[in-house]
């Protein structure tokens, strides 16, 4: 049973263009949501985060939105370049769980942004 | 800092035989988890560790794979005897203690293609 979902496999854009990579959640005890970018050949490494008494956390180019009622969060890349292209895999904590650090990821949407 | 180390990066190996993995946190971080990633199923936790100690190995898929952290800077996944769908990419990541920020932020090593013949 996943717990963190991201349904779209794949996602292709246009330079300059903005990014939208959408994520599910079904346990209500997630509390911290981070998003990982992943170039092949190389390990995941961070992106950005968003803790759930926030709807919304911005870093540049790079915007997370939070619906908790949803249970829904979704990654804005604005705009969009070629360099942005790899797999980006959203991934959910609780604070409850007495686990430190232990993160539930997605299986990933590949992002090619296309010149 | 050189960020987590994993070694090798790729490994050939034949069905049977026996495959070490071996990952070297971020000094002074406390927890370390060992992630495999296949295309099926994505980026799976096999077993993570809090201040050297096993805390949770039920993603271990089997009793033919075992991890160990003697240490806080170093640990070890093994295989043995390595099948034909173990293969896959095995990452190895830390994190700091509770205080650090941002929460809960895993920091991934380059990680170790394995390839079983």
């Known amino acids: 049973d996943q717990q963190v979902k991201q349904n779209s496999p794949s996602l292709s854009v246009q330079e300059g263009r903005i990014s939208i990579l959408n994520c599910d959640y079904t346990?209500?005890?997630?509390?911290?949501f981070l998003w990982y970018k992943k170039y092949p050949a190389e390990g995941p490494t961070f992106l950005i985060s968003i803790s759930s008494i926030k709807d919304k956390n911005e870093d540049g180019r790079f915007t997370v939105f939070l619906n908790k009622s949803a249970k829904h969060l979704s990654l804005h890349i604005v705009p969009s370049q070629p360099g942005d292209s790899a797999v980006y895999f959203c991934a959910a904590s609780d604070s409850y769980g007495g686990s430190q650090g232990n993160l539930i990821f997605g299986k990933g949407t590949k992002l090619s942004v296309k010149p | 800092d050189a960020g987590v180390i994993q070694s090798p990066r790729h490994e050939v190996t034949e069905m049977g035989q026996e495959v070490t993995l071996r990952c070297k946190p971020i000094s002074g971080h406390n927890s370390l988890f060992w992630y495999r990633q296949t295309m099926m199923r994505g980026l799976e936790l096999l077993i993570y560790?809090?201040?050297?100690?096993?805390?949770?190995d039920s993603g271990m898929p089997e009793d033919r794979f075992s991890a160990k952290m003697p240490n806080a800077s170093f640990s070890t996944l093994k295989i043995q005897p390595s099948e034909p769908r173990d293969s896959a990419v095995y990452f190895c990541?830390?994190?700091?203690?509770?205080?650090?920020?941002?929460?809960?932020?895993?920091?991934f090593g380059p990680g170790t293609r394995l390839t079983v013949l």
């Open positions: 560790f809090n201040n050297n100690v096993p805390i949770d």
């Open positions: 990541a830390s994190t700091g203690p509770p205080s650090a920020s941002p929460r809960d932020t895993q920091y």
């Open positions: 346990n209500s005890m997630f509390d911290y």
